[in-house]
């Protein structure tokens, strides 16, 4: 982590903060170093009934063993490395994900998606040849991903719907309820990692 680029630091970290926070694209490039950017609404937020603009991200770190390569999932050691390695940037930007190409300027929202797409299609370059599938990838998939994830394991519906801030649970149910088959097996052997802020095993 310390010798990677900041290219690839910067895209890990953000792969594992989508998958533990279940956030849009939106409220990633809103997210802030120190607070929160009062200037932001969320897709489902109105500026009488404000949604949450603090939240916890959980670390692996109780769970693993120190020399355990599961912790290499764990999206607080992520950050922590993407922070000390940006902390002495001049000009950086409020927000928290910024562009690895000019640190001055923070990550756009097109820049993200395209940044979890692609890290997402490497992922898939070490699979057999015979798993291999055309992709239809988006970043938004990860939000769904997370959620699913927590309710296969049969976590509350309510925390996962205000992890994910949806209002009703007609929008996950319509748009991200799908069949677990394809996630059961391989994704689980990861574990534990951090989905929709709680710790899937």
């Not at 040849?129 to 309710?151: C, M, S, V, Y």
Request: proline share 5%; with cysteine; aromatic share 8%.
């Amino acid at each position: 982590m310390n010798s990677t680029s900041l290219r690839n630091l910067t895209k890990k970290t953000l792969f594992l903060v989508s998958l533990a926070t279940a956030k849009r694209v939106s409220e990633l490039q809103a997210l802030s170093r120190k607070v929160a950017l009062q200037e932001f609404l969320a897709k489902t937020e109105r500026a009488f009934n404000h949604l949450p603009r603090e939240f916890r991200l959980k670390s692996l770190r109780p769970l693993v063993d120190p020399d355990d390569q599961k912790r290499l999932l764990c999206p607080v050691r992520a950050l922590t490395y993407m922070l000390e390695r940006s902390k002495n940037f001049s000009h950086k930007p409020r927000n928290l994900f910024i562009s690895p190409s000019n640190t001055a300027k923070p990550l756009s929202k097109n820049a993200l998606s395209f940044l979890l797409k692609e890290i997402i299609l490497q992922a898939h370059e070490s699979f057999p040849e015979e798993f291999q599938q055309p992709l239809k990838i988006r970043a938004h998939d990860i939000r769904g991903i997370a959620t699913l994830l927590n309710l296969s394991r049969n976590h509350s519906f309510m925390a996962i719907l205000e992890a994910a801030s949806w209002k009703t649970p007609s929008v996950f149910a319509n748009h991200y309820l799908k069949d677990l088959e394809r996630i059961d097996g391989d994704t689980y052997s990861l574990g534990p990692i951090v989905a929709a802020d709680d710790i899937v095993r």
